[in-house]
């Protein structure tokens, strides 16, 4: 069974920084990628980084410069500076199969979500 649990999140004051870590255990493969994903109130989930077994990342455009990407095998760390209130939403990680855009694609193992809040 995959399981996948987030940690970090919380509340942070504008300009602050933020820690997010997956851990997944259980995917039935070796090579394989992870994601984070953020939706906010009322708006689409959306991609925020990325990273797989072999090496490959990816982070989306317009907080790629904020954005700062550590992956093992089986954990994604992300770490979040100069976070805005544009920034406050339910962060999801998750894991399937590999894929060169690994932002790209259907991911089908899902964590419960940490919520990120962030205060003026």
């Known amino acids: 069974q995959v399981q996948v649990v987030e940690s970090g999140g919380g509340s942070v004051q504008s300009g602050g920084s933020l820690r997010l870590s997956c851990a997944v255990s259980?995917?039935?493969?070796?090579?394989?990628?992870m994601a984070w994903f953020r939706q906010a109130p009322g708006k689409e989930r959306e991609g925020v980084a990325c990273g797989c077994t072999d090496g490959n990342k990816g982070s989306r455009p317009g907080i790629t410069e904020r954005l700062t990407i550590s992956q093992e095998r089986n954990s994604l760390v992300i770490q979040v500076k100069s976070l805005t209130y544009e920034d406050t939403a339910v962060y999801y990680c998750?894991?399937?199969?590999?894929?060169?855009?690994?932002?790209?694609?259907?991911?089908?193992?899902w964590g419960q979500g940490t919520q990120v809040t962030v205060s003026a």
């Open positions: 998750a894991v399937d199969t590999w894929r060169f855009w690994c932002l790209e694609g259907e991911y089908k193992n």
């Open positions: 259980g995917y039935p493969g070796n090579n394989f990628c």
